[in-house]
């Protein structure tokens, strides 16, 4: 599944001396559910298959499966694959609601399991712009990874708490979810960038610096990296630096979102001065 990026414009923001006004990515973007199943039987491994490439077949077989379904297990793993296709035609509201389900059904010592489920509910409720219920959904699923003392998954759900913490304009609370994130997850690069997003917003320019530096370090070719980067330098009177950072994003990424939005900050920077003659 490729993402579908939100782009979500912030207030307005000054550039050094008034010159340049940016409307950056935000912190909230839509991105898909990560959905692999810990342990598949062969059942659900074909009903999940299915329901990546015909969702409206795998959401029939669910229904199916769901409907003969006694076993606790049975329920879960119906559940699961009839959320998959869901998200496969952007159903996300009804896909987390189905993850919680299959999180209930799932056996109380199965922790690592209820929090990859409640994981994929959240991240489904997020990008249904239920940012409430995502926020409850993930912080059970981050108890549930805490209990299975899964580090990888426990950052990963931070990341999703952050986004979703912002939403609700507490974002003290998701620069604490971040710290929590880059330490459990050092190499994710997505964290790094939403810490440098979130310190850039709150005035930060110092952290931010730091932080997009290492996601750049981490992912040296991506198209957000690239733009968040030059936002960061444009506000701290880099200019130049800024557009390095825009032309590398519409050299990556040539005809995407993001070079027409890099070329877009490109043209309210101007032209670079020329050097007067000696």
């Known amino acids: 599944m490729s993402p579908a990026l939100l782009l979500l414009p912030l207030l307005a923001q000054m550039g050094p ?3 340049v006004q940016l409307k950056p990515l935000d912190i909230q973007r839509e991105k898909p559910a990560k959905v692999v199943a810990a342990q598949q039987s062969p059942k659900l ?36 694959c009839k959320a998959l ?9 009804e896909a987390g609601a189905l993850f919680l389900a299959a999180r209930a059904d799932t056996p109380v010592h199965e922790s690592g399991e209820r929090a990859r489920l409640g994981a994929l509910a959240g991240n489904a409720l997020l990008v249904a712009g239920d940012t409430a219920g995502a926020l409850a959904a993930l912080d059970n699923a981050r108890a549930d990874a805490n209990q299975a003392k899964d580090p990888q998954l426990g950052g990963v759900i931070q990341i999703d708490r952050a986004r979703a ?3 609700l304009g507490q974002a003290d609370s998701a620069a604490a979810a971040l710290r929590e994130a880059r330490e459990l997850v050092p190499d994710n690069a997505q964290a790094w960038l ?22 750049a370090e981490l992912m040296p070719v991506d198209p957000e990296i690239g733009l ?25 990424a040539p005809g995407s979102d ?10 309210q920077l101007g032209a670079a001065p020329t050097q007067p003659p000696r």
């Open 165 to 167: 913490l912002v939403a």
């Open 85 to 93: 296709a869901l998200t496969r035609i952007d159903g996300w509201g």
């Open 17 to 19: 001396g008034g010159a």
């Open 194 to 215: 939403l810490s440098a997003t979130l310190a850039r917003r709150q005035g930060k320019l110092g952290e931010a610096q730091g932080q997009i530096q290492r996601a």
């Open 258 to 267: 993001h070079a027409r939005t890099a070329q877009l900050y490109l043209d």
């Open 228 to 252: 968040e980067a030059g936002v960061i330098a444009v506000l701290g009177g880099r200019d130049e630096a800024a557009r390095r950072s825009w032309q590398s994003v519409i050299k990556a």
């Open 45 to 80: 491994k074909d009903c999940l298959d299915l329901a990546m490439q015909r969702p409206p077949d795998g959401i029939a077989l669910a229904d199916a499966w769901l409907a003969e379904a006694k076993a606790m297990t049975d329920r879960a793993a119906a559940s699961q």
